[in-house]
């Protein structure tokens, strides 16, 4: 695929050589299930293993006669549904990569994918949260357009298999004309997950069947799933860490129980984990707090659960530590990113690393650098940028060579932009971020993009986007202004950032007005000290 930078032929070879690649393909995920176990629950739909692989291969078909083909990129913007999971499953298998978009971008972010990834077909929900997103597609250029719900003048999910017969083979759907399709090569990019962003808008990470089938099988092994395992999903579905690490596709690898929920809220997710008996749930530091504070007055038993994956932000070992106590469950903390590199404290490791800790490598092959600003290792112990390249580590980001060469190291090493220092036990410690960009809840911000719509406002001359400490979401976006005449309010400026389509999560939670920003210098907006200023 033009535009997509594999591994160096001496390292694939020698991760397949020792058994991290193989040739299992993500759509393939579901034949280890028992095929009358419930693998997916979603709202009042209950689907075993043979319903939920029928529908995929299906939906597959359907795909393919609308003339997807293997290499094909797709943009899939739905919520946590059943038709989620059918959808990537039914596009995996006909090798079109599945783009995933979170159900909180508008306009600016759709429009940015589809263009970039050059996207044959966009599929949505009609309404969601209120947003409607058919008036999105209408703003685009996009061949196909599939709706989940009420079309109107676009193709209905449901209509993509209306005539096909009911007995189809994998490959070869009997109906109104018959469809075959193409199997994807392990070496395929197999989907596209989205980066964090310092530097603009999201850039394109792609996920090979190999490596990717790799992290989420290895991430099932470590995380002691199995196939009585229960596992309730509350963040975004499109979200890696909700769908492979190991997520939805490593419950369906170990041929579990997959449970959806539309939030985090504990009104949304505690009857759920009472209903289904869920024994393990991931969520980012927000949420965990929420639930150790409403566990308190919450009526709903929630002895089931039996492990709290906590990922996506540094979580407080003062939290960690009270998990067990009022949600009865061990914690797990997991420092990820969509680029590759997990990082697991283990079930069986001592508690105050557990609490302490953000864990340690998924894989024996992953390779990790902790350097200083000029690129040289720092004494163990001490802190550093994180470096690393492994199995399951992308090369580089999906048409970005300009990006590339400053996120990736001659050698191929990864700059993750998170500052950690190593323990002799491997453990990390997170302890802070190198990069511009704002962790607000486990949603990543790029300070960058948020200025550049903050400077097309009539009334903003200059303007810095700084991340602020938070108790509950890790930090808050605060957004410097230099205005000309009138300064714009807050809420004009949420106004304004909703009519340019961008996502309520970067929109600024406070707004400073001043005549001058710091300078660092060799003349850079000094950052750090508009933030010391708020203290």
């Given at each position: 695929?033009?535009?997509f930078?594999?591994?160096?032929?001496?390292?694939?070879?020698?991760?397949?050589?020792?058994g991290?690649?193989?040739?299992?393909?993500?759509?393939?995920?579901?034949?280890?299930?028992?095929?009358?176990?419930?693998?997916?629950?979603?709202?009042?739909?209950?689907?075993?293993?043979?319903?939920?692989?029928?529908r995929?291969?299906r939906t597959?078909a359907?795909?393919?006669r609308?003339?997807?083909?293997?290499?094909?990129?797709?943009?899939?913007?739905?919520?946590?549904?059943?038709?989620?999971?059918?959808?990537?499953?039914?596009?995996?298998?006909?090798?079109?990569?599945?783009?995933?978009?979170?159900?909180?971008h508008r306009?600016?972010?759709?429009?940015?994918?589809?263009?970039?990834?050059?996207?044959?077909?966009?599929v949505?929900?009609?309404?969601?949260?209120?947003?409607?997103?058919?008036?999105?597609?209408?703003?685009?250029?996009?061949?196909?357009?599939?709706?989940?719900g009420?079309?109107?003048?676009?193709?209905?999910?449901?209509?993509?298999?209306?005539?096909?017969?009911?007995?189809?083979?994998?490959?070869l759907?009997?109906?109104?004309?018959a469809v075959?399709?193409?199997?994807p090569?392990?070496?395929?990019v197999?989907?596209?997950?989205?980066?964090?962003?310092t530097?603009?808008?999201?850039k394109?990470?792609?996920r090979?069947?190999?490596?990717?089938?790799?992290?989420?099988?290895?991430?099932?092994?470590?995380?002691?799933?199995?196939?009585?395992?229960v596992y309730?999903v509350?963040?975004p579905?499109?979200?890696?860490?909700?769908?492979?690490?190991?997520?939805?596709?490593?419950?369906?690898?170990?041929?579990?129980t997959?449970?959806?929920?539309?939030?985090g809220?504990?009104d949304?997710?505690?009857?759920?984990i009472?209903?289904e008996?869920a024994?393990?749930?991931?969520?980012?530091p927000?949420?965990?707090?929420?639930?150790?504070?409403?566990?308190?007055w919450s009526?709903?038993d929630?002895?089931s659960?039996?492990?709290?994956?906590?990922?996506?932000?540094?979580?407080?070992?003062?939290?960690?530590?009270?998990?067990?106590g009022v949600?009865?469950?061990?914690?797990?903390?997991?420092?990820?990113?969509a680029?590759?590199?997990l990082n697991?404290?283990?079930?069986?490791?001592?508690?105050e690393l557990?609490d302490?800790?953000?864990?340690?490598?998924?894989?024996?092959?992953?390779?990790?650098?902790?350097?200083?600003?000029?690129?040289?290792?720092v004494a163990?112990?001490?802190v550093?940028?994180?470096?690393?390249?492994?199995?399951?580590?992308?090369?580089?980001?999906?048409?970005?060579p300009?990006?590339?060469?400053?996120?990736?190291?001659?050698?191929?090493?990864?700059?993750?932009?998170?500052?950690?220092?190593?323990?002799p036990s491997?453990?990390?410690?997170?302890?802070g971020?190198?990069?511009?960009?704002?962790?607000?809840?486990?949603?990543?911000?790029?300070?960058?993009e948020?200025?550049?719509h903050?400077?097309?406002?009539?009334?903003?001359h200059?303007?810095?986007?700084?991340?602020?400490?938070?108790?509950?979401?890790?930090?808050?976006?605060?957004?410097?202004?230099?205005?000309?005449?009138?300064a714009?309010?807050?809420?004009?400026?949420?106004?304004?950032l909703?009519?340019r389509?961008?996502?309520?999560?970067k929109?600024?939670?406070?707004?400073e007005?001043?005549?001058?920003?710091?300078?660092?210098?060799?003349?850079?907006?000094?950052?750090?000290?508009l933030?010391?200023?708020?203290?």
């Amino acid at each position: 695929m033009e535009g997509f930078t594999p591994w160096p032929e001496e390292f694939a070879a020698r991760y397949l050589a020792e058994g991290y690649w193989s040739d299992r393909l993500l759509g393939d995920v579901l034949s280890g299930g028992d095929p009358e176990r419930t693998a997916l629950v979603a709202g009042d739909e209950r689907l075993t293993y043979a319903e939920l692989d029928r529908r995929a291969e299906r939906t597959a078909a359907g795909f393919a006669r609308l003339g997807i083909r293997r290499g094909d990129r797709v943009v899939v913007q739905l919520p946590n549904t059943a038709s989620f999971v059918v959808v990537f499953l039914a596009l995996v298998r006909i090798g079109a990569a599945p783009v995933l978009a979170l159900p909180a971008h508008r306009s600016s972010e759709i429009g940015y994918l589809c263009e970039l990834s050059e996207a044959r077909a966009y599929v949505i929900p009609d309404v969601h949260g209120g947003f409607d997103h058919r008036d999105l597609a209408r703003s685009l250029s996009v061949e196909h357009v599939v709706v989940d719900g009420d079309a109107q003048e676009f193709l209905a999910l449901a209509d993509l298999t209306s005539d096909l017969g009911s007995s189809i083979a994998p490959g070869l759907a009997p109906g109104a004309e018959a469809v075959s399709y193409e199997r994807p090569d392990p070496a395929d990019v197999g989907v596209f997950l989205l980066s964090g962003g310092t530097t603009g808008l999201p850039k394109l990470i792609p996920r090979t069947h190999r490596d990717y089938v790799y992290n989420l099988e290895a991430s099932a092994e470590v995380c002691g799933f199995t196939s009585e395992t229960v596992y309730l999903v509350v963040l975004p579905v499109a979200h890696n860490f909700a769908l492979a690490c190991p997520g939805v596709l490593g419950v369906f690898a170990k041929g579990g129980t997959v449970v959806l929920a539309p939030s985090g809220s504990p009104d949304e997710a505690f009857p759920l984990i009472e209903r289904e008996r869920a024994t393990v749930c991931a969520v980012v530091p927000p949420i965990a707090l929420l639930w150790l504070e409403a566990a308190s007055w919450s009526e709903e038993d929630l002895s089931s659960l039996q492990l709290l994956q906590v990922g996506g932000a540094k979580f407080a070992a003062e939290r960690a530590a009270q998990v067990p106590g009022v949600l009865g469950c061990a914690v797990q903390q997991v420092l990820g990113m969509a680029e590759g590199l997990l990082n697991y404290t283990r079930l069986d490791d001592p508690r105050e690393l557990v609490d302490t800790t953000q864990g340690r490598p998924l894989s024996p092959a992953d390779e990790i650098l902790v350097v200083d600003s000029d690129g040289a290792e720092v004494a163990p112990g001490e802190v550093g940028e994180l470096l690393t390249r492994g199995p399951y580590t992308l090369r580089g980001y999906y048409r970005a060579p300009e990006h590339n060469v400053r996120s990736f190291t001659p050698d191929g090493f990864y700059r993750t932009g998170d500052l950690v220092r190593v323990l002799p036990s491997g453990h990390l410690v997170v302890e802070g971020r190198d990069k511009d960009q704002i962790n607000r809840g486990g949603d990543k911000i790029s300070a960058e993009e948020l200025e550049n719509h903050l400077l097309a406002h009539p009334a903003v001359h200059d303007a810095a986007v700084v991340g602020t400490p938070d108790p509950v979401m890790g930090e808050r976006t605060c957004a410097f202004l230099i205005v000309r005449d009138q300064a714009p309010t807050l809420r004009e400026i949420k106004r304004f950032l909703k009519e340019r389509g961008v996502a309520g999560y970067k929109w600024p939670d406070r707004v400073e007005l001043v005549e001058t920003f710091p300078r660092t210098p060799v003349g850079k907006i000094s950052k750090k000290e508009l933030v010391a200023s708020l203290r």
